[in-house]
DNA sequence: CTGCCTGATGTTTACGTGAACACGTTCCCT
DNA sequence: AGGGAACGTGTTCACGTAAACATCAGGCAG
């Protein structure tokens, strides 16, 4: 019977004040203790239950054990919304996103729940399912009346953009996915130079260009991948190949890979996710065309799974604990500051993980 | 400037409580606008602005819109720690895990917090990123303190014994990845079922048995697979080879496979996740033995990734939305009807996707 | 014309906590 | 021994909201 409340306070509020008593005949006469019963079964004030119960000195060693005890024999906990009330925070960082599914911000929201219960902070999950305006607006709002001190945003820069007017005034905001760094602060991946890497790596192996499966429109991250895989290849000299457009899915890697495996001229793809790149594998496998022999493929993510790939693949390594910790880092300093005007872009560094899907091109 | 809070309330309150004011020279006044301020603004009581705030009837109409214009020119939002101090309750569901990074987790996480927010409840999180004694009862106690009506918990059963005291009393509690059904609501996939399903196949396909590749013993869920498929086993008189030990990475699968593929005799595999499959494909692959021709693999969970590994896996689907609504179903039921006994094992069922890793054994 | 009822709005109060201040005791120092 | 400092504990109050009750004006029926 753990879940159970204690069935009645020992020393029940017989002559005080007879709140909750009246008209409530059968029913359980109180939800939760206070501190005031503590302080009735102890016979102190409830302000030494509070000394004790937030650790304070100056209380009395028997005072204090009497105290706990009482306490132990209740069941008290203290309440948090008095607390927050009282304090004017609550110790909860929010966080809003729009899909846990994608590798990237599940491993991003650990990392930030992981760092922010070190710092003694709890997270509130904002998820949104769709990603219309109305229900960022909404996510937005309702974040607003949300028991939260700062906000977390993994998101896009456009759906931002028009919801921004509905940020709680004087919250703290960081965002990850996005350049509004001149807003707000930003902690990513350094998207671009993980690009860079891996698209020179391409061509220092030989091969004379570099096809490009890209992520959505709708993300930032994407967009970044795309642009610096064209700027490499424009200051090499290569002509760029119209890029295919995915949604990170690996159905949609699979489907530009079906059409990739019939272009001749093509020995390597920067594909901007894992995922994308094990629908090209797959595809690529299917029609015959070896990796790495025939096509070198390169993703971007260093999943786990990636190692285990056919063949293992080469790929960009995010440093996803690290983006969560600074973004806690980020909303922290500005909470316990109160410098709400430090807008500016924390990039995290990425590097390249060379496995088995990439070589030189086959010698013509 | 979004966010600036409003310099001034526009009708200080200039003869009122001198609150905040004496010895704070240049600072800020006022941390956030009260219902008082838009009050005060609009020329009413705050209670009026109260029954504004909550859509309650007997407002006339020009008084509501004098309150709304006075809360959008202050940007009033009301406080949620005040509103759940009156309440008694947060409109908040806690979610205790070990780790988002697993496939399960994550996605039963993201239904529940989908299903929470359609109900109009956010979701904390509570990650436990290592799992020790100290870090489990650790997240209880902080759970019990937190600004949180119903907990649910995704864990092994083991471990959630041991902490269980610590829960709040009058908590309400939902369980995953577990058997605790006697104290505790149960939700979770149905394991031996999905399991039963993916042997039966395997077997039906002409193999002599089956070998398997388990989840750590941590978890509930690999120990009911391991034991589904047992059963089978000796249900259809067929030897049970010892199970590989893996700890749902794909590189435990790999080392697996490594092993599996110097077993002549071995058709066929269980894997009790999609990940290790991916890994044991690869190891199969490396060794040269061919799949499905010379060993059929099956997994569980159908990860979308699944679909797309070489080739295509057969696998368990885990409906993780369905799971997720049920438990958000179990937690506000309990909430809202107050019935906190109300144990129970809540089955989701699963199906076997037949993709292409499994085929009949090659004919002797 | 009077009295009551209805509907709109204001006033009081409690929710649980903890800072600030008040009070009383003990013990030390002169 | 007397004064006061230091310390332990109690009392008061405010945080922001909303339920319960009070009040007030206007309308309508007897």
Redesign the interface.
Known sequence: M?????EQPAAPAAGGAGRGGLGVPGGRRK??VSMADVAELAGVSSQTVSRVSNGHAGVVASTREQVLAAMREL?Y??????R??RY?R?N?IGVILF???STGS??T??AI??HA?AEGY??????I?VATQDNVLGAFT?M????VDAVIVIMEIHLLDTA??Q?????H?VVVDSDAGD?YGVVDTDQADGTRRAVRHLLELGHRTVWHVAGPESSYAAQRRAQAWRAVLEEAGCPAPAPFRGDW???S??AAGLALAEEPDCTAVFASND?MA??L??AL?ERGRSVPADVSVVGFDDT??A????P?LTTVHQDFAEVGRRCVEGVLHQLRTGD??RPGTDLVPARLVIRESTAPPRTT
């Open positions: 753990v879940l159970n409340e204690p939800q939760r069941g906990r203290p309440n948090s919304a008095a927050a009330l004017g609550f909860t899909s846990l599914s599940s491993r929201v650990e729940a992981t219960a709890a997270i509130t999950l904002i998820p399912d309702r607003g009346e949300l028991a921004t007017v940020l709680p005034p004087g919250a905001v807003r899915s690996a159905e890697g699979y995922q094990l629908g594998l797959r496998h786990p799974d190692a285990f790939f056919i293992p709400d005007s």
